[in-house]
């Protein structure tokens, strides 16, 4: 059964500390990996990732993928009170995109 | 300002009646997707539609209807068969099928 799964589920942190979200996969015809902000409504697109090994980054924040081990990490620095947010993986093969439950992130002034 | 748009942002049904959700975009999108959320739960798909007078049922299509006569717009109908529909529904659409898909706002429905 193809699945994503993310973890923590959950996670506490203080303004200033970096933080790494994990993201594994077993998707049948992987095509791509997409990072997703939710705060309170829609989510936002942050990264698409295809190739192993290339880091995307975006300010603070910075993801890579493992097509090997069948991971992404999304990693935050110096994180902000503006960064508390669930962050979405989803991974899409050729026939749909698979979510993860999301991480919840709560930075802590 | 192009984007996805959905209505209302909060709606409340009774048990037993139908009620249907707006989703609307103008970024000349071909896909368009709906999702559930539920606490906990990675986003569910519901139905999506790859072309305009077309759809297909996705993971929990059970108790929904869609419809996709316009390119614009993809309502969603929750109907009296859908046994939990208190939820928050997510619409997206695509450039392309298959394509990285953008969010619209939102609907968080609650049946009392």
């Known amino acids: 059964e193809d699945k994503v799964v993310q973890s923590p589920l959950s996670l506490v942190v203080h303004e200033g500390d970096t933080v790494t979200l994990n993201c594994s996969y077993e998707?049948?015809?992987?095509?791509?990996l997409l990072w997703y902000k939710q705060e309170k409504k829609a989510p936002t697109f942050l990264f698409m990732l295809?190739?192993?090994?290339i880091e995307k980054k975006s300010g603070r924040l910075s993801s890579i993928l493992d097509k090997k081990e069948l991971f992404s990490i999304l990693n935050i620095t110096a994180t902000q009170t503006g960064d508390s947010a669930i962050y979405l993986c989803?991974?899409?093969?050729?026939?749909?995109?698979?979510f993860g439950s999301g991480t919840k992130l709560n930075v802590k002034p | 300002d192009g984007g996805i748009t959905q209505s209302p942002k909060y709606l409340f049904r009774k048990e037993g009646q139908n009620v249907t959700l707006s989703c609307e975009q103008n970024l000349n999108h071909d896909a368009m997707y709906w999702y559930r959320q539920d606490p906990g739960q990675g986003l569910r798909l519901i139905y999506y539609?790859?072309?305009?007078?077309?759809?297909q049922k996705g993971d929990i299509a059970e108790g929904y209807s869609v419809s996709r006569e316009k390119k614009e717009s993809f309502p969603l109908t929750v109907t009296s068969a859908q046994k939990n529909p208190t939820a928050f529904y997510l619409c997206?659409?695509?450039?392309?099928?298959?394509?990285?898909?953008?969010f619209g706002p939102g609907t968080r429905l609650t049946v009392l």
């Open positions: 295809t190739s192993s090994g």
């Open positions: 989803a991974v899409y093969n050729f026939n749909k995109f698979y």
């Open positions: 539609s790859q072309i305009v007078n077309d759809f």
């Open positions: 998707v049948t015809n992987f095509r791509s």
């Open positions: 997206a659409s695509s450039q392309y099928w298959r394509d990285t898909q953008y």
